[in-house]
């Protein structure tokens, strides 16, 4: 007979975030690494969750034109 | 991912040296930065003021006030942190002004849904919990992940967001601001921070799936 996780993969998703950011106790870290190490669904989930945050910390999202305008033209007068 | 232990932010260095820059008058120096900000500053004032218009007067005043206060700025926190800090107080007063409801007043509705579509796991039987359909099998190379297009695709999912959640992925993810920093600057409990993350990253993780499903098929 197949043994079953402790955690299912609805209950991984859920803790997450909780996992990522440290918040939990370690029994409930233990258990949430027990299953990331046996469920390769999990794994893709959470690679694609790191993937998602590398993407976004190297966005560039550059400033609308006519505000970065106004602005240099602030230092400019600040400077007299 | 995690936010403990590193001993100087990220670009925190970068950042001192454009201050020094900024104090002598170097108008490339300011430009930098407002193109490394502005973009999130907007993002996260829009969560409080009722326009755009009023989110870029926020922006724009909180950007001629670091210039004016660059002389007292003493460089106890990064100039990103100490700039954010002054942008969500002047948001925060100017939407108390507008007596708009404060984005984090109270965790809503949409802040309660499930980050993966319940169907996608097995609903009954002994499996019930487990994937029926699992995260996408398509991997994704380096060069995709940091191409332009995957990060004007997870910005405008960002943009469908909660105003709450725009604000938190925004100041964690985007910026990379650490979460006591966070939960300070915007008052919220550490608690409301983390399921407010874990909502938008859901979505967030959701929309780079689509996409690479979608380059898989194309």
């Not at chain 2, 608690?191 to 859901?202: E, F, I, K, S, T």
Request: net charge negative.
């Amino acid at each position: 007979m197949i043994m079953q996780p402790s955690v299912r993969c609805e209950e991984f998703v859920a803790d997450v975030t909780n996992w990522m950011e440290g918040a939990l106790d370690a029994d409930q870290r233990s258990l949430i690494e027990e299953h990331l190490s046996i469920c390769p669904d999990c794994v893709r989930y959470v690679d694609q969750l790191r993937a998602a945050l590398t993407v976004l910390r190297a966005a560039s999202e550059p400033a609308p034109g006519p505000l970065r305008d106004a602005l240099l033209a602030a230092l400019r007068e600040s400077r007299g | 991912v995690a936010s403990q232990g590193e001993p100087r932010p990220e670009g925190a260095d970068e950042d001192a040296s454009l201050v020094r820059a900024l104090r002598s008058g170097d108008e490339g120096a300011f430009a930098t930065l407002i193109d490394r900000y502005s973009a999130t500053m907007l993002r996260v004032a829009r969560g409080y003021v009722a326009t755009q218009e009023a989110a870029e007067d926020v922006v724009q005043e909180t950007w001629l006030g670091v210039l004016r206060g660059l002389d007292t700025f003493e460089e106890r926190s990064t100039l990103k942190t100490w700039l954010f800090r002054i942008l969500v107080n002047r948001a925060r007063t100017r939407g108390e002004r507008e007596a708009r409801t404060r984005p984090f007043s109270a965790l809503s509705g949409a802040d309660a849904e499930p980050v993966v579509d319940p169907d996608r796991f097995e609903a009954s039987g002994r499996w019930a919990g487990f994937w029926s359909t699992p995260p996408s099998s398509h991997s994704m190379p380096e060069q995709r992940i940091l191409a332009r297009e995957a990060g004007a695709l997870l910005i405008a999912a960002i943009e469908h967001l909660p105003p709450s959640q725009q604000i938190v992925i925004s100041l964690r993810d985007v910026q990379g601001l650490d979460s006591n920093e966070v939960c300070e600057m915007l008052d919220i409990s550490e608690g409301n921070q983390r399921v407010l993350l874990h909502r938008a990253r859901g979505k967030v993780r959701a929309a780079l799936e689509g996409y690479i499903d979608a380059r898989e098929l194309s």
